[in-house]
């Protein structure tokens, strides 16, 4: 088999041979030239030591230096080269407290996750594949290299990134790999915040989020997630939808684009309604109030993931107002612009038409009528320039105290009212118009 390593992959690896030392591209980027894919980084692995690789390239840095990976710059493009190694044990379910460089590569592919990942290349070689990574990737599966027991005992997280790759690939598990992970599952408490984020959002945007679901019925999502849980089963005995809560999430995650911000927002968008459902006397089950529980569960939840600020502001307004439905006026978009945030609007736009397309086909295609409507509504205030902020009104601040209003919440609640009287007719909004109306309201 050949691959096309890139012209500065191709240096490194010249370079660290012509010096007397095996080197190789290897795990994912490997893994995805044999399926066509792009890889995002070209990782290498060498039988130099770390000193070594940096008498050899001009420019380094010593990224991972004691686990023995050095970073080489070429231009403005950066590589990792990592010495053959072999961890020491696990005493935390997370890292290796310490690691020995040997020069044995199958040693050092030997200590990978999955057998797809442990595979390496170079073109005087090419394919040294020990652990069957080929064979898997032909078989559709993911497989961990070894005992799957051991390898999820060295790093828990490597639990949720089977599910992960399986999402990316739409690779199943492997029967033996995925009982391991069920059994050791509790074991990802040990694992951060930050490393589940991480996974979770690969597994997300990934071409095949509904494999979440197989994070939950292996036991993963009771411990980094268990608000799915608790999705799970909750019937919705409503017209307007035929599955329960959590199925008609899966399907609203696959009906928006693989964005991280929109997958989030669907991920969390119907979580509220386990805990304020009802049924009323004739069975029908009822949700009221659901969105804004939805908002504060999914701010609790990406707080304790540690996703930033503005992920956690714009996800929980996307899900505050994901139900948020209007008639297709003018003013109603305008005013709907406002609350939601103009450049939050084309998201909110996908939200409601995942929303809809993952219901039942009860008034579907009026639901999805009045979207198509609001959004050339929203499209041609855009175009039209129509005032829908406080930034947008034709008078400031300075003008009101000019016209003798001292500065203050009297003055902030003024600027709020000239923009609702300005949102009902965008025509106001010329500065004698607006000078005119506050002159009114202070002489009355």
């Given amino acids: 088999m050949k691959i096309n390593l890139p012209g500065k992959v191709l240096m490194i690896i010249n370079n660290l041979q012509?010096?007397?030392?095996?080197?190789?591209?290897?795990?994912?980027?490997?893994?995805?030239?044999?399926?066509?894919?792009?890889?995002?980084?070209?990782?290498?692995?060498?039988?130099?030591?770390?000193?070594?690789?940096?008498?050899?390239?001009?420019?380094?840095?010593?990224?991972?230096?004691?686990?023995?990976?050095?970073?080489?710059?070429?231009?403005?493009?950066?590589?990792?080269?990592?010495?053959?190694?072999?961890?020491?044990?696990?005493?935390?379910?997370?890292?290796?407290?310490?690691?020995?460089?040997?020069?044995?590569?199958?040693?050092?592919?030997?200590?990978?996750?999955?057998?797809?990942?442990?595979?390496?290349?170079?073109?005087?070689?090419?394919?040294?594949?020990?652990?069957?990574?080929?064979?898997?990737?032909?078989?559709?599966?993911?497989?961990?290299?070894?005992?799957?027991?051991?390898?999820?005992?060295?790093?828990?997280?490597?639990?949720?990134?089977?599910?992960?790759?399986?999402?990316?690939?739409?690779?199943p598990v492997e029967p033996e790999t995925a009982e391991a992970a069920r059994e050791l599952a509790p074991s990802l408490e040990k694992i951060s915040a930050e490393r589940i984020q991480a996974e979770l959002?690969?597994?997300?945007?990934?071409?095949?989020?509904?494999?979440?679901?197989?994070?939950?019925?292996?036991?993963?999502?009771?411990?980094?997630?268990?608000?799915?849980?608790?999705?799970?089963?909750?019937?919705?005995?409503?017209?307007?939808?035929?599955?329960?809560?959590?199925?008609?999430?899966?399907?609203?995650?696959?009906?928006?684009?693989?964005?991280?911000?929109l997958r989030l927002t669907m991920l969390f968008h119907d979580m509220g309604k386990p805990a304020v459902k009802t049924t009323d006397a004739k069975g029908r089950d009822h949700f009221k109030g659901h969105a804004l529980v939805s908002e504060e569960i999914a701010r609790r939840v990406l707080r304790r993931l540690k996703f930033d600020n503005d992920t956690v502001k714009k996800v929980t307004r996307l899900v505050c107002y994901h139900d948020y439905r209007m008639e297709a006026t003018p003013k109603n978009v305008r005013r709907a612009m406002n609350r939601i945030g103009v450049e939050l609007f084309p998201y909110y736009l996908a939200v409601r038409l995942a929303d809809v397309k993952a219901q039942s086909p009860y008034h579907r295609r009026e639901k999805i009528e009045n979207i198509v409507a609001v959004r050339e509504l929203y499209q041609h205030a855009l175009l039209e320039d129509q005032c829908v902020t406080l930034r947008q009104l034709a008078v400031s601040g300075r003008d009101l105290m000019d016209l003798g209003m001292k500065p203050g919440r009297e003055l902030g609640n003024m600027l709020s009212e000239l923009l609702e009287y300005v949102i009902d007719d965008p025509e106001r909004n010329r500065k004698e118009i607006l000078c005119g109306y506050v002159r009114e309201k202070l002489n009355g």
Wanted: with cysteine; proline share 4%.
């Fill in 18 to 171: 012509f010096h007397g030392y095996e080197a190789y591209a290897v795990g994912g980027c490997v893994r995805d030239s044999i399926l066509a894919r792009r890889p995002e980084d070209w990782d290498i692995t060498t039988s130099a030591r770390p000193e070594e690789i940096k008498k050899l390239f001009r420019r380094t840095v010593d990224t991972g230096i004691e686990h023995g990976t050095v970073t080489v710059l070429l231009g403005k493009d950066s590589y990792e080269v990592t010495t053959y190694r072999i961890d020491g044990a696990y005493e935390d379910g997370r890292h290796p407290k310490e690691v020995h460089f040997t020069t044995s590569l199958e040693e050092d592919l030997r200590r990978r996750d999955f057998t797809i990942n442990a595979m390496a290349y170079n073109d005087e070689v090419r394919l040294v594949d020990i652990f069957g990574g080929m064979q898997d990737l032909n078989r559709h599966l993911i497989r961990c290299v070894g005992d799957p027991k051991e390898r999820f005992s060295e790093d828990a997280l490597r639990i949720l990134r089977a599910v992960r790759f399986s999402a990316q690939l739409n690779f």
């Fill in 201 to 261: 959002v690969k597994l997300l945007v990934s071409p095949h989020p509904e494999r979440i679901r197989d994070a939950f019925e292996l036991g993963i999502t009771k411990v980094i997630l268990p608000e799915w849980d608790a999705m799970e089963g909750v019937a919705q005995n409503t017209p307007h939808h035929r599955y329960d809560v959590a199925e008609h999430t899966l399907r609203a995650l696959k009906n928006v684009k693989r964005d991280r911000i």
